[in-house]
C-alpha cells in the first residue's frame, strides 16, 4: 500500500457510449504496466447499489506526492485522459489522501 | 482485498471546526474494529497537492455488496454518520465498484 492514495469519481455525458466506457477501461487497464510509480491501481463503474451515486471511479495508491505528480504528467496517462476521458466527462471529484492505516490512527492536513 | 470497494468523497461547510474534523477521524478510526464486514478502511483529508481537490475520502472494501449493505446499516456506522459527518457535510459523492485487479481486467456494470 503506497503512503498516498489518489480518487476521483466520475459521472459521464448522457451521450457517452459503450464502446467509449469499453476504451476507458482499456486505456486505463494498461497503465499500471506502463507507469512504474503506480503501486497500485484500481478502477470500475458503478455497481448500482445505490441510487444517486457517481457512475465511475480510480483509486491509485503511490509510494509520495512525487510519484504522484510523475503518474499525472506521464504521457501515457495524460493521453488516456486527454483521448478517452475527457470525451465523456460531465463531472469530476478527486482527492489525495495520506490514508490512515486500516483505523489506525487518521490523516490529518 | 475486498470484491466491492466504496468510495465516498466529502466537501465540509465553512463553518466546520478542527474539533468536528478531529472527532470525525477518530469515530471512522473505531469502526474497522467494530465491524467485522469491513475488510479494509482508509480515510483521510486532502493532501492540498492539487486545487479544486474535494476535502476528505474514505475507502472502504468489502467481500460482497451483502457486507457492504451490513457496513452500511451498523448502528455503530450510523451513529458516525448522523452524529460527526452530517453537521461538517457540503456535498458528498460516492460509488461502489468491482475493482480491476490493478489494470488486469476492468470493471463494467
Redesign the interface.
Known amino acids: 500500500m503506497g503512503r ?2 489518489h ?1 476521483a ?1 466520475f459521472t459521464w455525458k448522457p451521450e457517452t457510449t459503450e464502446a467509449q ?2 476504451a476507458l ?2 486505456g ?6 506502463l507507469i512504474p510509480a503506480i503501486r ?11 441510487v444517486g ?5 480510480v ?1 491509485a495508491d503511490f509510494d509520495d ?1 512525487e510519484a ?2 510523475r503518474y499525472a504528467a506521464d504521457p501515457r496517462h495524460v493521453d488516456v485522459v486527454e483521448r478517452l476521458l475527457k470525451p465523456m466527462l460531465r463531472t469530476r ?17
Open positions: 498516498l492514495t480518487v469519481i466506457r469499453a477501461c482499456d486505463l487497464a494498461a497503465l499500471p504496466g497500485s491501481y484500481r478502477f470500475g463503474a458503478d455497481a448500482g447499489l445505490v451515486n457517481d457512475q465511475f471511479a483509486v506526492a504522484y505528480w471529484h478527486a482527492i489525495q489522501f495520506t490514508p490512515s492505516e486500516d483505523g489506525v490512527g487518521a490523516s490529518e492536513p
